[in-house]
Every structure is written in structure tokens, then in C-alpha cells.
């Protein structure tokens, strides 16, 4: 039987993030022909929402900027906080071509990275843990360069904009969180930069000026249109066809037909997690897990995923996430992550019973590890938990979608924020409100805040960490992290077991070949991003650490196609069809 392909191309790369977006760039240059696909009818995925960080040990800035690094540190640092469970291989591969990747895409494309100097690792008192430097963020990027693609390019999450529609570096957003040194004329600056782009707001409400998730993505975009790699958006992977133990191809929907496309050299699913699926998250996470819950756009499903389970693709780490507390905002279609809020002084996080049960300025990560752990020993439901301040913190701080109360008071909080939040004058009449033992957070608040006072938490350490006091409040000492909460009236608001992308997916090998059971490869698949299971194991070793292994494994799964035969197709097609 002769098979019949609706397109032809060397290289399929199924999804439209930072990861993707970079396979399909590198493919090109090596002189392939690229076709990159999309399910949803915008572009980026979540690399596009998210903080556009990239954790690349030993790159290339780092010298410059007065730092230093060694792989030798990178690996052992990587090695010790993964536990074990990473195959040393793929360590090895990242720490050596993360930094090859950034420069490569400096030398020859649209994008462009600074390194963070004082941006910690997340355990930096680990041996081979770095003070900064190894997280590099995107610099801004001009929308006018992506002509009409810019709309076609998923919008910021409001989180990460100035009023929910200013775009900030990650620089700049330091500065107002804590109103440093020159805050209020940066504030104007970034106004200005905002409302005096006339040909802009002519056109609309979104910034042009690109930062973070959306500048990285639009730098990949418009360095793609360079090339002239064709994009299709709504062009969902259905399954993937193997002949004779090779991936020859896949079937996609696209403009309401259904299309089998012959990729001669090889796929590369780029498609994201599984966190919008809420029966593999029922089947693999702890529980409670709720889909909504993710801070990631609806579309990333774990498609990837079962087409690779299909052809016996063996997979890890299914029970992990990049787990992060998340808030949920009515109206909004994605929760909101809280990255930094919990890291200031004047909060604790607390459970039903009123107990705290984790150090607030903790990576997101471990935050909702301890909250699953916790709630797993019955002394009180974590799962979801509470984050509860005072008066002053509400006046000085964001929490979540609240604005600062000096710029946002109560009686300007909009209407769909009404429900965000709880709000008393007494400890105990809050706690009736959110159903905490109100008992229980008294003694809780009268502990932390005789030790907050002091600058000390002898029960979890919050402040102690570099890592901690990055985003904690300068002008509060001895630590910048704790305050105690004396001032009413009193807040809360509830946080979910969120993540920001699932972290099991396809076993992957060093080139980011699909691996099956036996740890034989599968000739022609490879998987990156939050399709494979992560080379972080369960955990989050610096800020980037997604974004930087999704950049580089697409980059090296181009490169490894581009090492490989054409394959000559002769036998008939089988196609592997999975459940949508
Ligand atoms: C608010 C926020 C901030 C974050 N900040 C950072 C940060 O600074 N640094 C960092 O490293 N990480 C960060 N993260 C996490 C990071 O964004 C994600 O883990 C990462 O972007 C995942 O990349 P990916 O390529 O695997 O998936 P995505 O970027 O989600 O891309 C996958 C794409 O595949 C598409 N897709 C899904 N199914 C199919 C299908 N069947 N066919 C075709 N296409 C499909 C999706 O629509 C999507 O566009 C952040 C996340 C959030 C939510």
C-alpha cells in the first residue's frame, strides 16, 4: 500500500513554546525543512506567560559581570539537590551545551539574555549552589518587529504586567515590590514608555514594549519569520505514525480536516505537560489535584505524551510538578502563581487547624510538597491552605491579583476581586471566616510574632536562606522576610496546590530521543520541555530551570536529527491512535 501524506516535511516540531520554538530555529539553520505546529490559536504556550528565565550555569556573562562558575560545580550542585534520580548523561549534556545554546541564539538570531547577578540559586548554601549570575532573563523586545504576528502571540498573564497591562522587566518589578531606591520615578518612566507609544495604543490596550515570557517568544517568533518557518496555529497533534519502529510522521487536525503529515527526519513533541488533564492528574499526583488549579493556559493536556505512551514510550517522574500555590481569580482563566508574596514580612502560611507548616519564602516548588506532606498527616488541612497578613502588609505589599492598599485601597478593589480575599478585624473573627480553629491561629500568630520581632523563625527558618531574602523587603531588619502581625484588620486568602507545568512525561536520553521500556530509543521521536520527564527530577534548582532544558534539549534534539539519515519509508503506515 502506497502511503498518502497531506504535507511533507524533515522535521515536525509539535508545540510553540520557548522549546519548541528553539528545535525548530536550530533545525533550520542546519538546513532542514521545518514545520512548526500549534493546537491552540495563539502561539508561545506557557513560556509565553511565564518569566521568560532561563537558569544556565556557566554562561557566558557570567565572567563579565565578575562571577564565576565551573561545570565541575554546576553538575555536583545539580547532582546533589536531584537526588539521584537524573541520569548523570543528561546533566552532563545540559551544563555543557545550556551555555552553547544561549550563545549560539545571541550570535544568530533575535534573542538576547541577561544574566542576574544577584538572582540565587534556589538551595545556594548547597555545595555548588551559586549567590546568582546563572538565571538569565530575556531582554525587552520591540512587538513592531513581529508585524502581525503579534497578535496572533498569547498575552502575558495580567500578574506579571503593571496594573494587569504594563509590561515590566524583572529589574523593574523588584524595584516596586518593595518601593527601592527611585521606585516612584521609575513607576513614571514606565508609564510614559507605556502611553507614549502612540502608533500602539492606537491599535490597542497590550504593551508593545515585550518583557519576560512574552520578549523571549516574540525574539523566537520573529527570528523564525526570518527563516521562514511556517507556523500553523489550531493544528492539534492527533497521534503519530510509526513504521516499522520509526516515527515517520504524525496526524494533525488543521482548518477542520485531518491531515497526516510525513516528517522524513524526525518529530519533536514540544507540547507541554499533562496539568490540564485532570484524569492523568487523578492518576498520577497526589490528591487532591485539580486542573484548574494550574497558573498555565488550558491547552496542554499530555497529548505529547500518550501519542509517545502509544508507540510504548517509557515515562518518569509522573507524580511531579513545578509546583507552585496558586490563587484563583474569578474571570480569570488561569490561576495566579504567588512567586514572591509569601517571601515578605507581615504573612504566614497556615492550615485548618492554624498551624503553619512550611517556611513562606521557600521555592514555589517545595512549598506545595509541603503542603501535600503536611495534609497527609491529618493534623489539619493544607491542601488547599491559607496565607494570612496584616494591615500593614496589606498596605505595603501585592498579594496575588491585590494591588499594594497605598494603591489600591479596599474600597478600589474591583468587583471581581471582592471574593479574592477574607477580611476581619480580629484574628479569630477571620478565622470563622475561613474556617481555620481560631484557637489554634492565636497561639499560632502569638509564637511567630515574638520571634518575628526578633527577626527569628526557630520553627522554619523563613529569612535565613540567600535564596529567601532575594524578594524579601530591604527596609524591614534584622530580616527582611519577617514582621509580625499586630495590625488589624486581618487578611486572608486561600492558596491551591497549583503548579506552573507538570514534570513527568517521556524518558528521554541525551539527545532528547524518546526512550522505550528497554531504554532502546525510538528512531525519529524526541521530546523536550514538559513532554519529557525532567532532568530537574523533583525539584527546582534555580530560577529558569524549565525554560533552560526545554531551550537546550530542543536545541540538541535538532542537532541530533540533523546527525541522522533521511529514513526511506517503504513499508505501509501504522498509525497509533490515541484517546483526544
Ligand atoms: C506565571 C509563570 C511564570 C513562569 N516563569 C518561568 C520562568 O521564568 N522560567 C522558567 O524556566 N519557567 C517558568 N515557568 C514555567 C514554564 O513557563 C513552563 O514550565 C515551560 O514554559 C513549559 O514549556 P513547554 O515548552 O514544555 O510548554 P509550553 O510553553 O506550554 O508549550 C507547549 C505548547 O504546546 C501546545 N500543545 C499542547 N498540546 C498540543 C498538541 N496536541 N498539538 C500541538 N500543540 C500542542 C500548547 O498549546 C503550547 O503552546 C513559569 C510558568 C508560569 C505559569
Known sequence: MKETWDRECDVLVVGTGAGGMTAALRARD??????LVEKSDRYGGTSAVSGGGIWIPCNHRIAALGGQDSAQEAIHYIRTVTKGVVDDGRIEA???HGRRMVEYLEQNSRVRF???PAYADYYPEVSGGKPGFRSMDPLPFDASQLGDEFERMRAPSPGTLMMGRIGMTMKEARVLLCRGPGWFGLSLRILWRYWSDLGGRLRSRRDRFLTLGNALIAALRSSLQDRGVPLWLEAPLQSLIEVDGRVTGAVLQHQGRTLRVKARRGVVIAAGGFERNQAMRSQHHPQPSQAQWSATPPFNSGDGIRAGQQLGAATALMEHSWWAPTTYVQGEEKQRALFVERTLPGCVMVDSAGQRFVNEAAPYTDIVYAMYAHNAKGQGTS???????DAEFRRKYPCGALLPGYAQPDSRVPEHLRSYY?????????????GVDGQGLARTLERFNRNAALGQDPDFHKGESLFDRYYGDPHVQPNP????????????????AGDIGTKGGLLTDVHARVLREDGEPIAGLYAIGNSAASMMG????????TIGP?????????????SQEAAAHVAPAREMQHDA
Not at 542546519?30 to 514545520?35: A, E, R, S, Y
Not at 491542601?383 to 497578613?389: K, S
Request: charged residues 15%; negative net charge; proline residues 6%.
Open 383 to 389: 491542601v488547599p491552605c491559607w496565607m494570612v497578613f
Open 422 to 434: 477574607q477580611k476581619a478585624d480580629s484574628i479569630e473573627a477571620l478565622a470563622a471566616k475561613i
Open 538 to 545: 523533583a525539584t527546582y534548582p534555580g530560577a529558569g530551570s
Open 94 to 96: 545540559y551544563v555543557e
Open 30 to 35: 542546519l538546513g532542514l525543512d521545518v514545520l
Open 550 to 562: 526545554a531551550m537546550t534539549f530542543g536545541f540538541l534534539a535538532a542537532e541530533h536529527i540533523h
Open 481 to 496: 522576610c519577617l514582621a509580625p502581625l499586630l495590625k488589624a484588620p486581618f487578611y486572608a486568602v486561600q492558596v491551591d
Open 114 to 116: 541577561e544574566a542576574q
